[in-house]
């Protein structure tokens, strides 16, 4: 059965740092971009990071209200995924789940991924 599994997720003051990561298992998503998605409560899923497959592994898209303070990266033989998250900020309080597309390269779309995962909590109190 192919499952993705997040953690990492927890509670945190203004501008500390968490590092989440999602494994996969049942498959390799080795050839796939996957992603990271969040939903605050009252909100609709967003996009946050996405990263490609093999052959696209060095192409990232991040959302605009993550650049620079979140990396995104996997270790593609691992079958590991993981968002690095620093100055983090009450806005980016919310359920944060991994994603694994059916082609290489970064998608930014939620109808792109596949696999989705049950998801972590994040909470940065302010």
């Known amino acids: 059965q192919v499952q993705l599994v997040e953690s990492g997720g927890g509670l945190v003051h203004t501008g500390s740092s968490l590092k989440l990561s999602c494994t996969a298992y049942?498959?390799?998503?080795?050839?796939?971009?996957m992603g990271w998605f969040r939903q605050a409560p009252g909100k609709e899923r967003e996009f946050v990071a996405s990263i490609g497959g093999v052959g696209w592994s060095d192409d990232a898209k991040y959302a605009d209200s993550v650049k620079g303070r979140f990396t995104i990266s996997r270790e593609l033989y691992k079958k590991m995924l993981y968002l690095q998250m620093v100055s983090l900020q009450p806005g980016d309080t919310a359920v944060y789940y991994c994603?694994?597309?059916?082609?290489?390269?970064?998608?930014?779309?939620?109808?792109?991924?596949?696999?989705w995962g049950q998801g972590t909590q994040v909470t940065v109190s302010s």
């Open positions: 994603a694994a597309s059916d082609g290489p390269m970064p998608q930014e779309a939620a109808g792109s991924y596949g696999y």
């Open positions: 049942g498959r390799t998503f080795s050839s796939a971009a």
